[in-house]
């Protein structure tokens, strides 16, 4: 049985995106999800499972439609899906009572519920949220029954007010599979064995992560878990599928960079990166205190969302010694001037100065 897992897809966002994609950015969350839903019909792939957060907030009704239009593409891939935190079963949610496509199953119950494919061999079990928040760890009360071969669990949590996880609980619960979703960021929690045939039973749990990235902080590669189950074995793996990716770009400055060099390097360090990514600059260590960044002037491509100035001035210290040599700053100076820049004696000789000098 093959299947793609999905997660977090998170529909409807508006991504932190910089000023060239601010824009286009929520059609590109909707074009990933179809991406991975022609990949699907192009390979003919048994089940699609999305582990909760398909849309970011309450769907609008259109918006259901177009998801199952999309769905309806699919002429073998059954799709089962449950709802999460930002898309929680309100009372009036569209979600209750929409009329989806045969091939569609969703799991619209905040209690346990399983969904069969008798033809397969295979059954699909989870529970959607109907609140924001649960605090109770349920998936440690649900155990795989042994009724089908191949039994999957859907999961949706992680953290303290998010169904916390228990990974040990994870690793016996009986199931084929744990597709879980809610951490952005795809990770391995429990991993398949690589010789199911001498070890002990255990059940694999993977975080499919975002599919797209929606903040700048989800940063790392995204994309989906690519899944085959036979008698005796799982293989999984990671495929990267987000068009763009968030990065943290560090760029270090000393007392001789001007407004020039640093926008050169800015530049130069996202030409190799790539320029459809998205940044958060970081600029650290010593400037020339004469030199005021101008940082809006930096963003050549549009595609920086925040710049972080955690530079600290580097004062020509020897004349600062001379034009106060028996004061309290000229003592200070006194105790670490040669210190060798970047050391921890220098940081100090930097803050104490500028502490002393705007007292």
């Known amino acids: 049985m093959r299947f793609i897992h999905i997660a977090d897809t998170h529909l409807g966002a508006v991504p932190e995106a910089g000023a060239a994609y601010s824009e286009g950015r929520p059609g590109e969350i909707w074009d990933a999800f179809e991406r991975v839903i022609d990949l699907c019909e192009s390979e003919q792939m048994d089940l699609l499972l999305i582990a909760g957060d398909m849309f970011h907030r309450q769907p609008l009704l259109r918006e259901l439609k177009e998801v199952n239009y999309l769905f309806s593409k699919l002429t073998h891939t059954k799709v089962v899906f449950i709802v999460g935190n930002h898309d929680y079963l309100k009372h009036d949610s569209y979600y209750r009572g929409f009329k989806w496509n045969e091939n569609v199953f969703p799991i619209l119950s905040s209690e346990t519920t399983c969904v069969p494919f008798e033809e397969m061999g295979v059954a699909v079990y989870g529970f959607s949220y109907d609140t924001r928040e649960i605090r109770k760890p349920r998936y440690d009360l649900i155990s795989a029954p042994g009724d089908y071969p191949i039994e999957i669990l859907l999961a949706h949590g992680g953290d303290e007010k998010h169904v916390p996880l228990n990974k040990n609980q994870l690793a016996v619960n009986g199931f084929s599979y744990t597709a879980l979703g809610h951490i952005h960021k795809p990770q391995i929690v429990v991993a398949p064995p690589e010789h199911p045939e001498l070890e002990e039973p255990v059940s694999p749990a993977v975080y499919a992560g975002a599919l797209e990235p929606l903040d700048v902080n989800d940063t790392g590669e995204h994309g989906f878990i690519r899944g085959e189950i036979t008698k005796n074995r799982i293989a999984l793996s990671f495929e990267p599928a987000a068009l763009r990716e968030y990065i943290h770009l560090e760029i270090p ?64 210290f020897e004349k600062l010694l001379e034009e106060n040599p028996d004061n309290l700053l000229g003592r200070f100076i006194r105790q670490y001037i040669g210190s060798e820049e970047g050391s921890v004696e220098y940081q100090a000789l930097c803050e104490g100065v500028q502490a002393l000098i705007c007292r």
């Open 253 to 316: 400055v000393h007392s001789s960079t001007t407004n020039g060099a640093l926008k050169n390097r800015v530049r130069s360090e996202i030409e190799e990166r790539g320029i459809q990514n998205i940044y958060k600059v970081i600029l650290n260590g010593y400037r020339d205190p004469d030199i005021v960044f101008e940082l809006g002037q930096m963003d050549q491509y549009g595609n920086i969302t925040a710049f972080v100035d955690e530079t600290k001035p580097s004062y020509d």
